[in-house]
């Protein structure tokens, strides 16, 4: 059958599995657009208001299931405008395929009308990628694309695809040999030797403690995960990607650590003498002061990319593989294990931790705190909500308030922060995840980044609802003024729009939340309505995020939340 | 001290960018990249010089092996190798600058307008000996290919011919 290349490309996402493409038509990709009439009954493609949108669409579908997500655009400023997403992909390992359409063939390198060079410019920032100019590579590079974006650490991959290549025809035959790429072999499994090393370190452990990051989730590793830390009577602390690698009510689980961790548990890892690190990268925000990271404990560092081991910490056993298969190799030479007075010893940070929490005080007047505003969130959507967030405070208090149970219930822009992600991976979360009731988390600086993706939500009938943690401030940028600063807040008020009005002009039901006995009906009322709605909670415009570790200090000094909470009236 | 890789990649266009993309992102800094065809048409070798830690060295192999396009990654110091660097060296032709090229066991290639081109092909060191030794006598020019090398008897490094048909 001979069929054109436009037809092609959804023939082969059709081969793949994708339900949903992301995208925005233009000049480049138009054949394959007027292509799409034939596959309208196999693959849904939804129109987002920004190329942006669509990958960071794409990303929130993969992360919420595992599988690939898709976005498509033109070539010139389309491509232009999908580099953040990819970026943002790239910095959390999310598998996404972009195609796009490039000029055709005989005028590439001649700057011709909407002409970029968009595999030099993703080049640093996807797995890989490719340029199509023969059609008769075209069905192997896709084939190739889908694998290498979801096999070992997962990541974006682009393929551009010239306009000539969509329009001719060629006879179709989709392969069913395994794909040829020698240069590419991901790690698998451990060696008996590093798992030998391993369990002689735990066995001797005193004071041992699991650090979970994403690759956790991505690798379906939870249930090993926590048979390890059962068995071997092991905390676990989290990186905030890592949430929901174990259920965060379990009593072995101390929470998120880092920059924005709880002290306690940033506390057990200065004190503990073994570091099991599972799926995770030693990110500067994690580690704080590399040199006084830790000082005491032997490391074990597993994760599916080698050149992660030993990148920023030095280790003493590195294993690359797949974290769930090199669990399991390990599991059954852990034998049951007692850690009690490690234990107790955390316990008691915890307490202190508990007795300092802004959410076990009663706020002295009718004041609504962010803090609050997502534990009641948290309450009402009985933690069982697919929660996406933006970039800033409100991140940070959805990663320290909402408690997450299952892997793929919080998705957030950890490596890259990108500020607009919220709003739009929610949206591929949801149609991922149809059954699951999804929130968006974001600020009012990152909501307006990406807003016009409520025109999606509303001509998809995305049944997604957005919390906008509005503080009319970039938040955690005036935190840094307060703290490092002195107070100096340049470029950081916000004259927002009337968020309720905006969300009505798209047709978008919205409520407004200024006190905290609003919450739970709000909550209630937005997951009833069948349809995007927005949810404005007005908070307190001055609040910090404690506590925390100030850039490039050490885990243990952090800024500790005053004892109790402070009257902001005076500042304002 | 002085560390050498030798990555076999995928002939294709665009991968000597993708590994000089790497070296810049990562801020690795290398002596010298050279890169040439080889025994198969499919496949063209790299040979890397970093001057650098080993945990360093090991960083670049590991993020090499991450790029689709590279094959393997060796390093042939670990092994009995031997290598090459090849120079052409134009200075003002004088007496003294034929013995010093044939002291070194160089070759004077060309003697055109008063000027000679030596040729040399040894080991980096040696190379840079010469070049020393040649300064006095007004280096008008000088070129150098960068390092190649190669394992030594059995030490081979190349791809199964089986998939050489790609
Ligand atoms: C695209 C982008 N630009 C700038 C930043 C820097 N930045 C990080 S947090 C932040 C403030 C976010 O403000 P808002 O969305 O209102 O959230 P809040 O901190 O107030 O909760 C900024 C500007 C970023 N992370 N991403
Ligand atoms: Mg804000």
């Not at chain 2, 990562?26 to 025994?39: A, H, K, M, P, Y």
Request: charged share 20%; hydrophobic share 40%.
């Amino acid at each position: 059958m001979k069929l054109t290349g436009a037809e092609i490309i959804w023939e082969c996402l059709v081969r793949e599995g994708v339900e949903y493409v992301w995208g925005y038509p233009g000049g480049a990709i138009l054949p394959t657009y007027d292509a799409l009439s034939k596959y309208q009954n196999k693959i849904k493609h939804v129109l987002v208001r920004h190329e942006q949108g669509a990958t960071h669409m794409a990303d929130g579908y993969a992360r919420a299931t595992g599988k690939v997500g898709v976005a498509m655009a033109t070539s010139g400023p389309g491509a232009t405008n999908m580099v953040t997403g990819i970026a943002t992909a790239m910095m959390d390992s999310s598998p996404i395929v972009c195609i796009t359409g490039q000029v055709a063939s005989g005028v590439i390198g001649s700057d011709a009308f909407q002409e970029i060079d968009i595999t030099g410019i993703t080049l640093p920032i996807t797995k890989h990628n490719f340029l199509v100019t023969d059609l008769r590579e075209l069905v192997t590079t896709l084939r190739k694309a889908f694998f290498i974006a979801r096999s070992g650490r997962p990541g974006p991959v682009l393929v551009d695809v010239a306009k000539d290549v969509q329009n001719a025809s060629i006879e179709f035959e989709y392969p069913t040999d395994a794909i040829r790429l020698p240069g590419y072999r991901p790690a698998q499994s451990a060696s008996v030797q590093q798992i030998e090393r391993a369990v002689e370190m735990l066995l001797k452990a005193k004071r041992p403690l699991i650090l979970a990051g994403h690759g956790v989730n991505m690798s379906g590793a939870e249930r090993a995960l926590l048979t390890l830390a059962e068995r071997g009577h092991i905390p676990v602390a989290l990186t905030l990607l890592g949430k929901g690698a174990v259920p965060e009510s379990h009593p072995l689980c101390l929470g998120m650590m880092g920059m924005h961790g709880g002290a306690s548990v940033n506390q057990a890892i200065q004190g503990a003498d073994l570091l099991i690190a599972c799926g995770m990268r030693f990110d500067d925000r994690v580690t704080g002061n590399l040199k006084t990271y830790s000082p005491n404990s032997k490391k074990i560092h597993i994760d599916i990319d080698a050149s992660e081991i030993n990148k920023n910490v030095k280790v003493d056993v590195g294993i690359a593989g797949d974290l769930r298969t090199v669990l399991e190799q390990l599991l059954p030479h852990v034998p049951v294990m007692q850690h009690d007075e490690w234990m107790s010893e955390i316990r008691e940070w915890q307490r202190d931790v508990d007795h300092r929490d802004i959410v076990n005080q009663t706020p002295p007047t009718d004041k609504l705190f962010a803090a609050h505003a997502i534990r009641d969130l948290w309450k009402a959507t009985g933690g069982n909500a697919l929660v996406v967030t933006d970039v800033g405070q409100h991140q940070m208090w959805e990663a320290q308030y909402y408690l997450h149970e299952r892997p793929r219930t919080l998705i957030t822009s950890g490596g890259l922060g990108t500020m607009g992600f919220g709003l739009p991976a929610a949206i591929g979360a949801k149609m991922g995840c149809p059954n699951d009731h999804v929130w968006a988390i974001v600020g009012d600086g990152g909501f307006q980044m990406t807003l016009t993706e409520l025109g999606t939500a509303a001509q998809e009938n995305i049944n997604i609802n957005v919390a906008i943690i509005n503080n009319s401030y970039l938040g955690m940028v005036r935190q840094w003024q307060e703290f490092f600063y002195e107070e100096r807040y340049n470029a950081t008020p916000m004259h927002n729009p009337d968020f309720c009005k905006l969300a009505e002009a798209y047709g978008i039901a919205a409520i407004r939340v200024t006190n905290r006995a609003q919450i739970p009906e709000a909550v209630a009322k937005a997951q009833s309505i069948n349809g995007p709605t927005v949810v404005e909670f007005r908070v307190e415009e001055a609040d910090i995020v404690y506590p925390m570790v100030p850039a490039g200090a050490d885990l243990h000094n952090m800024i500790r939340r005053p004892n109790n909470i402070p009257d902001f009236t005076e500042s304002h | 001290m002085k560390h050498t890789l030798v990555a076999l990649v995928e002939n294709e266009p665009g991968v000597l960018n993708r590994v000089a993309s790497l070296f810049r992102r990562r801020n690795f800094n290398i002596d010298s990249l050279t890169v040439g065809r080889t025994e198969n048409p499919n496949i063209s070798r790299m040979t890397i010089v970093l001057d650098s830690n080993v945990t360093r060295v090991y960083q670049v192999e590991k993020n090499l092996y991450k790029l689709v396009n590279v094959i393997s990654v060796q390093e042939v110091t670990q092994r009995p190798f031997i290598s090459r660097d090849l120079a052409l060296i134009k200075v003002v032709c004088a007496p003294e600058v034929t013995a010093t090229a044939e002291r070194f066991g160089a070759r004077v290639l060309d003697q055109t307008d008063g000027m000679c081109v030596i040729e040399f092909a040894a080991e980096e060191s040696r190379v840079e000996e010469l070049v020393e030794a040649l300064r006095p006598f007004e280096i008008v020019e000088l070129v150098r290919t960068g390092v190649v090398a190669m394992g030594q008897g059995g030490v081979v490094t190349r791809v199964e011919p089986d998939w050489a048909t790609a």
